[in-house]
């Protein structure tokens, strides 16, 4: 038995997971759609911030300004979105037993890295964004990398579903139990 299949299955028999599971009519899509809609917050946050160091939207404010506002919304929604996320595990385990999942895990992590390095930046250095960091051509393509990583994200949420895309590298094909 693989790790990860051991795993999950102490995952769902925890009393957590099976009490969720005995719910999971209506908590699974409940849960589905406040991931969802967090991960809405995230990319418009991002995409805010984005169109912002590419000097396409929001001139009228400076980067410390349009980071001050959209900020605090990408921080609460990567909240929420590790919140949901976890109860989503726990009522139904299966997902971390595929190769999507922890692809969609590790971008989740260097996108949130990113959005705490550039509001940290932001805040100490905002007078240089607003002057030169805004227009070297290394921050413009880092803003569109980050909003690329944000819509991969999205496409390997959804994978998850449909993890046997990626053939013998998914465990679920490998060890034969797709389900």
């Known amino acids: ?3 990860l299949k051991a795993l999950h299955d102490w995952i769902q028999a925890t009393p957590p997971s099976l009490l969720l599971q005995k719910n999971e009519a209506w908590f699974m899509p409940v849960m589905q759609s406040i991931h969802i809609a967090g991960i809405g917050v995230v990319l418009a946050c ?3 911030m984005t169109l912002r160091v590419l000097g396409v939207a929001g001139g009228d404010r400076t980067v410390l300004q ?3 506002r959209f900020g605090p919304w990408l921080t609460g929604a990567l909240w929420l979105m590790l919140a949901t996320g976890l109860l989503i595990i726990l009522c139904e385990p299966r997902a971390i037993d595929t190769v999507s999942f922890w692809m969609k895990m590790f971008l989740v992590v260097v996108g949130a890295l990113v959005a705490w390095a ?4 932001v805040h100490a250095h905002a007078a240089e964004w607003d002057g030169t ?3 070297k051509g290394s921050v413009k393509a880092m803003a ?6 944000w819509i991969a994200i999205i496409f390997l949420g959804r994978f998850i579903a449909y993890d046997q895309i990626w053939g013998k590298l998914s465990p679920s094909v490998s060890t034969g139990s797709i389900q």
């Open 118 to 121: 550039f509001q940290r930046s």
């Open 66 to 68: 349009t980071q001050e």
């Open 144 to 149: 569109i990398a980050t909003l690329v990583v």
């Open 46 to 48: 991002v995409l805010m």
């Open 133 to 135: 960091l805004a227009r």
């Open 1 to 3: 038995m693989s790790v």
